[in-house]
């Protein structure tokens, strides 16, 4: 970004204050409060949208919550092409007491606030470049949208892909510095049950539950060696499953009848959360004591991995305006989740991009360079219009 002199003009510095500055909290984190959700941001949205003369469908996903979708049609000189362009309103609760984080301030060139980052930078960035273009001859059919629940379920993006728009290149915004994502690792999270004998601690006897454990924890890191041994064809990283948290029903003196497993395992594009979970269960079952009673329960929550191929002529495009605008570009890879591998079903092609730094999302000093924003707009109003 230093090589790039960019006029950050009022009207996006004040698009984005005006986001933070409404809290939207997803209801479902811990730390939500019972009046929390994307409602308020939605209907900010939606009017602004709505002003501008764009067709806006609110897209309910759960009750009180909704999809905020804006489409503009092709220009009378715009190709065929249809760009996508999604960031979601949900945040992470405030790190501080009270309403300080909603509070945007601005210091050394970057906006200070919960949710600046992760995703309303971007969000942002890209109503901002949809209203400049939809005046443009050239400008692509599009849609903008606002979604719900990515801090959570997923839920706002999965139910999006229920709608009958089918894009070319659906773009994600998340915070990347402005690198673009072509590939990233998918996310299952589950538990192991691991069955034993409830006995009083006195006479000890039959099958203890904890003594598994260990066994199947073994057994957990033998599967990630095999994973390590597997090349990733996208410079990702070899899959892998991690342990996060142990639950059991014992007590002092009884024995617990069983203990619960958590994990959060990351996958590689290309395989499904039930191939994973099928060759971790032969894992244990052959790496462990004979009789040893488990299931692995059915994932929670999946997110699926992503790569779209870097030879699509679409996001060739893509980086070429972001090398002419930004003065760079170095498309690369994450291990995180993201809408992407959802929106992937529905588009030719789906990526990661945006303004910000990751380090600060969910933070107290959660940040983001209005320079970035600007130069973000700039790139997506780009993809929007034809060569």
Not at 27 to 55: F, M, N, W
Not at 83 to 111: K, N, Q, V
Not at 262 to 283: E, I, K
Request: charged share 20%.
């Amino acid at each position: 970004m230093n090589s790039v002199v960019v006029r950050i003009t009022p009207k996006i510095e004040q698009l984005l204050a005006d986001l933070v500055s409404i809290r939207s909290v997803n209801p479902a984190l811990r730390g939500a409060g019972p009046h929390d959700s994307e409602a308020q941001i939605g209907t900010y949205v939606a009017k602004l949208l709505r002003a501008c003369g764009v067709e806006v469908t609110l897209q309910e996903v759960l009750p009180g919550r909704h999809n905020v979708i804006g489409h503009a049609p092709r220009g009378r000189l715009g190709d065929e092409k249809v760009i996508l362009l999604s960031a979601h309103m949900d945040t992470y609760p405030p790190s501080l007491d009270g309403g300080a984080e909603y509070e945007p301030r601005i210091e050394s060139g970057s906006l200070f606030g919960r949710g600046s980052a992760d995703a309303k930078g971007s969000l942002a960035a890209m109503l901002a470049a949809f209203i400049t273009t939809l005046d443009s001859p050239y400008r692509r059919e599009s849609y903008v949208v606002a979604s719900v629940d990515e801090e959570y379920g997923l839920d706002g993006c999965r139910k999006l892909t229920s709608h009958h728009m089918r894009p070319h290149l659906a773009i994600t915004g998340e915070p990347t510095s402005l690198v673009p994502i072509y590939a990233q690792k998918g996310i299952v999270r589950t538990k192991i049950r691991v069955r034993g004998d409830e006995v009083h601690a006195a006479y000890p006897a039959g099958n203890n539950a904890m003594f598994a454990v260990g066994d199947v924890l073994n057994a957990i890191a033998t599967f990630n060696g095999d994973l390590a041994l597997e090349s990733s064809a996208c410079a990702l990283g070899p899959a892998t499953v991690t342990p996060t948290r142990i639950e059991s029903d014992g007590d002092m003196n009884k024995t617990t009848a069983e203990v619960c497993i958590w994990f959060d395992a990351r996958t590689l594009p290309g395989t499904s959360a039930d191939d994973l979970l099928q060759r971790l269960h032969l894992t244990v079952r052959d790496r462990s004591a004979t009789g040893l009673k488990f299931t692995i329960e059915p994932p929670f929550f999946v997110s699926p991995a992503n790569q779209c191929s870097t030879g699509d002529p679409l996001v060739k495009e893509f980086f070429r305006k972001i090398e002419a605008v930004a003065g760079h570009c170095s498309p690369d890879v994450f291990s995180y989740g993201s809408e992407a591998g959802v929106l992937s079903s529905i588009a030719t092609a789906s990526l990661v991009f945006g303004p910000g730094d990751a380090r600060y999302a969910h933070s107290p000093g959660e940040r983001v360079e209005l320079s970035e924003v600007a130069v973000a707009a700039e790139i997506y109003g780009q993809i929007l219009t034809s060569p």
